[in-house]
């Protein structure tokens, strides 16, 4: 009835043995009058129907009861295929048709996306499988990308003696979602976790390229130059490093642009690059100039008023 393996075939064409699996036929099997029909042999040789060796009961089997964190669940299976593969998509769209389920008591079943529900006296809706590991996964990079901005702030913070500045650097970052979103929209991709992961792969090419701005247009503040000169001069001479750096990301991403898995990588890294390259080479020395003008007229302010105290101081006779 369950078949069993009697040996292997040892093919050509086949590089492992293909199993030779006996088993009666689903016709035979099917009704339980064809089974009692079966002939058995006996030790003597007799051929014996199933029907007189057995007693045939008809019975209920008792149900599979299926549990998840000590809670009943019934489990319902589908996979999705198509032009929407992504299952937040069908999410949505089957939750509209249970929002039309009405229950006994007249109220529609609560639906729970994120966690379980707390109780099991009423009917509940639990989506879980391919978007709990989605969501999961999403909610763990989120927190561990904060978490890294907080430490590049830090850094930022001992490394250019500042509250302000490190906040001129880190606001391109979202910057990169003005060519991202577009980009995706423009081939037909979806927003992925791969997506995602390219979008926090480029933050880190965002963030060296207003470093690298705002720590030129300090260089030449320090050799004398001021502000306004240094920003204007920052956004000049550091832009070619910046495009190239902006062309190797683009050339590089190209190899995976048409991976069925890592295009959202690919077109996060190449998109965002662009325009935040373009974005922050412009924005970032202006943010740059109107976070520290206040601060430079004030040190201009102090140095006319002491050139003016100072002409202003009597002079004493040579004698006393």
């Not at 064409?13 to 002939?39: G, W």
């Not at 979008?199 to 050799?223: P, S």
């Not at 642009?257 to 970032?284: K, Y």
Request: avoid cysteine; hydrophobic fraction near 50%; aromatic fraction near 10%.
């Amino acid at each position: 009835m369950s078949g069993t393996v009697a040996g292997f075939f040892h093919l050509a064409d086949e590089r492992e043995p293909v199993p030779l699996f006996v088993q009666v036929p689903f016709a035979e099997r099917a009704a339980i009058t064809r089974l009692t029909n079966l002939k058995l042999a006996s030790t003597t040789g007799q051929m014996v129907p199933l029907a007189e060796l057995v007693q045939v009961e008809a019975s209920t089997e008792p149900p599979f009861i299926y549990r998840k964190n000590q809670q009943r669940v019934v489990y319902v299976l589908a996979d999705t295929a198509g032009v929407e593969d992504s299952p937040l998509y069908t999410i949505f769209q089957l939750n509209e048709a249970l929002q039309r389920t009405v229950q006994i008591n007249g109220a529609a079943p609560p639906i729970f996306l994120t966690r379980q529900p707390f109780l099991t006296e009423e009917v509940a809706m639990k989506w879980d499988g391919e978007w709990q590991v989605t969501y999961e996964f999403l909610r763990d990079v989120l927190f561990a990308f904060v978490a890294v901005l907080i430490l590049i702030y830090m850094l930022l913070v001992g490394w250019f003696h500042s509250f302000k500045t490190p906040l001129v650097i880190l606001t391109p970052i979202p910057w990169s979602l003005i060519g991202i979103l577009p980009a995706h929209a423009l081939i037909g991709a979806f927003l992925s976790g791969t997506s995602v992961i390219g979008f926090m792969a480029g933050a880190g090419i965002v963030v060296r390229n207003a470093i690298i701005l705002v720590d030129f247009a300090e260089l030449r503040r320090r050799q004398g130059m001021a502000l306004l000169a240094a920003v204007v001069d920052a956004g000049a001479v550091r832009f070619r490093p910046m495009l190239l750096t902006a062309a190797s990301v683009v050339v590089g991403s190209a190899v995976i642009l048409f991976d069925p898995i890592f295009q959202g990588l690919a077109v996060s890294l190449m998109a965002g690059e662009v325009a935040s390259t373009f974005l922050s080479r412009l924005a970032v020395p202006a943010l740059y100039y109107l976070s520290e003008r206040r601060q430079e007229q004030e040190q201009g302010a102090r140095v006319s008023t002491s050139d003016f105290t100072s002409g202003l101081a009597p002079t004493l006779p040579s004698d006393l």
